[in-house]
């Protein structure tokens, strides 16, 4: 029992002081110099041109360094279908009137879209037009200017992709909020200030008889 406890304890001691030398030799290799020639299979992704902004590159006809996007192309993460990216009709004649239902659906129904535009907008929007859109909110009752409010019947009555569109680009006062909220969830507050509008809007009184 004696000599079984020493060989384990031996072999444990032997592991240990293998497993530091292993340490000590690969951290004394880390960030090592070295005296030999790297190896480049392809040196021109090894050792680029840097192209500055506005510069001038003599690989183009037009010498710009800057290029336009190629037409008919787009990056993976944006929208393909230019509706819902904009918010206007395919002949861009004028903007459409609700939520494109493709939106709706690979949101999973109304209610999940409603219930996402509720988070996003308690998140992005409620800082300056209030929790009911009415545009009475904390920075307003601060100093700032305060926004229209979504209770008017000019707002009422704008198209939804008129509204998707303020929020994407911006108007006056507002910024807009194309690089922060993606384009669903602008469509989903779209959807959440319809509800807001039904929830604060005037019950029509019954006529006395």
């Known amino acids: ?18 497993l530091a030398g292993s340490l000590a030799l690969l ?4 960030g090592g ?9 392809i ?8 192209y500055e902004d506005q510069g001038r590159s003599p690989f183009f006809a037009d010498h710009r360094m800057m290029r336009p996007h190629v ?20 002949d861009d004649s004028a903007y459409v009137l609700e939520v ?6 690979r949101k ?15 998140i992005y929007c409620t800082p300056c037009h209030g929790s009911t859109g009415d545009g009475q909110s904390m920075v307003v009752a601060r100093g700032m200017l305060a926004p229209p409010t979504y209770h008017q019947d000019r707002i009422r009555h704008m198209p939804d992709g008129q509204l998707f569109a303020t929020i994407t680009n911006g108007i006056r006062n507002m910024p ?8 669903d969830d602008r469509w989903a507050i779209v959807s959440y200030v319809r509800a807001l509008q039904v929830s604060q809007a005037a019950v029509p009184q019954e006529a006395p008889q």
């Open 33 to 41: 110099p070295s005296e030999e020639t790297p190896v480049v299979p």
């Open 43 to 50: 040196r021109n992704m090894y050792d680029q041109d840097r």
């Open 108 to 122: 999973g129904g109304m209610d999940a879209l409603l219930h996402r535009g509720q988070d996003r907008y308690n």
């Open 71 to 90: 037409d008919g192309t787009i990056a993976r993460e944006m929208e393909n279908d230019p509706v819902v990216a904009s918010g206007r009709l395919e």
């Open 27 to 30: 951290s004394a290799c880390r």
């Open 1 to 18: 029992m004696k000599k079984l406890f020493l060989l384990r304890a031996s072999l444990s001691h032997a592991a240990g002081v293998a």
């Open 100 to 105: 494109p239902q493709i939106v709706v659906s």
């Open 176 to 183: 807009g909020y194309y690089a922060q909220i993606p384009i």
